[in-house]
């Protein structure tokens, strides 16, 4: 299983055929490609419809996604869902869905900080409504991660779930990276590996605390790493005879 991810699309009004090598290189390397959210950059459904138009004439293996921030940003995320559902992407939202005997979960996540600096609800009403987002969202994932039987577990988020991947940004902002509380559940269900974007300028990979592999796929990170594309990162899941817990049963493979 050959698993192609990036994130940060921020496809505008005029961006057809924009990513059309990404899609056909996507298309000829893996058998599924994943976007990790920011899939329009100001959530229209002008900007949708350029999408959904590449990625049918261009992408040619099953296409899984989130929704990033961007893609709420003017109040018609339920109308950028359908016109990218009815393109033939299936979009997670604290689902899951499973493809060649791999499962794949995807929530967008939320911000809030890392370990020690993480916003915890205390005080004003709208800070605890901040951070109940983050915990809602978490307990989304969990619930999805929960619900997969497959052996090998796939993430897909928007934000970042450690700090690590968010290292490079501007330490100001890593407060509306991403947050501590999406790590829980990626350690507690052994998943294989878990994808975001949103930190343009941070780190390619690291792992969490108990060293599930995470890797940050935001395009404009992946097109400075690699000028000559592709633009996107590239996995290969293999099946061991499962050890019994779920996790040493598999290599992961980085091939970009
Ligand atoms: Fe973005
Ligand atoms: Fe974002």
């Excluded at 055929?17 to 959530?43: H, I, N, P, R």
Aim: with cysteine; net charge negative; proline share 5%.
């Amino acid at each position: 299983m050959r698993i192609a991810a990036t994130a940060d699309l921020h496809y505008g009004k005029s961006s057809q055929g924009a990513l059309q090598a990404l899609f056909v290189e996507a298309s000829a390397a893996a058998d599924v490609l994943l976007l990790c959210g920011d899939l329009t950059d100001y959530g229209l459904v002008e900007e949708a419809r350029a999408l959904a138009h590449d990625l049918q004439a261009h992408a040619r293996i099953p296409v899984l996604a989130v929704l990033g921030n961007h893609d709420y940003e003017s109040g018609h995320a339920d109308k950028v869902a359908k016109i990218l559902v009815d393109a033939g992407v299936t979009l997670l939202d604290g689902e899951c869905c499973e493809l060649n005997g791999v499962g794949f979960v995807g929530v967008c996540g939320f911000g809030g900080g890392f370990g020690g600096s993480m916003l915890n609800p205390w005080g004003e009403p709208l800070i605890k409504a901040f951070v109940q987002e983050a915990v809602d969202q978490a307990m989304r994932l969990e619930r999805a991660l929960a619900r997969v039987e497959t052996a090998q577990r796939v993430v897909l988020l928007h934000y970042a779930p450690i700090r690590e991947t968010v290292l490079g940004e501007n330490p100001e902002v890593f407060p509306f990276m991403g947050s501590t509380r999406l790590e829980g559940p990626l350690n507690r269900h052994h998943v294989t590996a878990a994808f975001h974007g949103h930190a343009h300028h941070g780190s390619l990979e690291s792992h969490t605390s108990a060293g599930v592999p995470v890797y940050n796929v935001s395009l404009p990170l992946l097109k400075k790493a690699n000028p000559a594309r592709p633009w996107f990162r590239l996995l290969e899941l293999e099946q061991r005879p499962d050890s019994g817990n779920g996790q040493e049963g598999v290599i992961v493979q980085g091939l970009s």
